[in-house]
């Protein structure tokens, strides 16, 4: 059975850091690519940093980049976000989300999400 599952979520304060991890299960982990994204009640989910497809660079939203670290450990099946300089904009649900393609067949998973409140 397939899963993804968040953890690290929590409350901090504007300008703390937190890191958040997502440990797969059920699939081969090493061959897809790994991204994170949040979701504010009433928004779009919107991306926040990720490993390309090809596996050759990483993505972050312009709102993240430079504050916000994506990583991820093979051998652990697990993908990483480090957050720093947080702010109270940053306050969303992160999901963790694998998806792969391959001869034009798109697979994809997504976890059940962790609570990020950035609030003072």
């Known amino acids: 059975q397939v899963q993804l599952v968040e953890s690290g979520g929590g409350r901090v304060q504007p300008g703390g850091s937190l890191t958040l991890s997502c440990t797969a299960s059920?699939?081969?982990?090493?061959?897809?690519?790994m991204q994170w994204h949040r979701q504010v009640p009433g928004k779009e989910r919107e991306l926040v940093a990720a490993?390309?497809?090809?596996?050759?660079?990483?993505n972050y939203a312009h709102s993240v980049k430079g504050r916000f670290t994506i990583s991820r450990e093979n051998a652990k099946n697990t993908v990483y976000l480090q957050m720093n300089s947080l702010k109270p904009e940053d306050t969303a649900v992160y999901y963790c989300y694998a998806v792969k393609i391959g001869q034009g067949v798109r697979t994809d998973y997504w976890g059940r999400g962790t609570l990020v409140i950035v609030s003072s």
């Open positions: 490993f390309n497809n090809d596996g050759q660079g990483i």
């Open positions: 059920g699939f081969v982990f090493s061959i897809y690519a």
